[in-house]
Nanobody, 124 residues
Framework: QVQLVESGGGLVQAGGSLRLSCAAS????????MGWFRQAPGKERELVAA????????YYADSVKGRFTISRDNAKNTVYLQMNSLRFEDTAVYYC?????????????????WGQGTQVTVSS
């Protein structure tokens, strides 16, 4: 069982930056592919970015390409989401999730463990 705890959310002006962190415990972090999702009010949850177990492969939604960067530090059991050039439409609750499958297939939507989420609010 893996526990995931997100942090780093907050209120930022449009054009600003935030870095989200997701700390994992209770499992072998390096054995999980990791993803960042977000859900805005009235909208479905969407995959924002994902990273493979060793960090060699990444995925980004078209809406965040060139602005967000996902990374991980397996020694610290932590995955990060660096968000730059934030827009009002990036406002959402952001969740990290862990996928225990060996293959890196982030868009299949099969994630086994979830954090509680952190709020990101971008003011226009």
């Amino acid at each position: 069982q893996v526990q995931l705890v997100e942090s780093g959310g907050g209120l930022v002006q449009a054009g600003g930056s935030l870095r989200l962190s997701c700390a994992a415990s209770g499992g072998t972090f390096s054995s999980y592919n990791m993803g960042w999702f977000r859900q805005a009010p009235g909208k479905e949850r969407e995959l924002v970015a994902a990273v493979s177990r060793r960090g060699g492969s990444t995925y980004y939604a078209d809406s965040v390409k060139g602005r967000f960067t996902i990374s991980r530090d397996n020694a610290k059991n932590t995955v990060y989401l660096q968000m730059n050039s934030l827009r009002f439409e990036d406002t959402a609750v952001y969740y990290c999730a862990a996928d225990r499958r060996i293959a890196f297939s982030p868009t299949l939507g099969k994630y086994d463990y979830w954090g509680q989420g952190t709020q990101v609010t971008v003011s226009s």
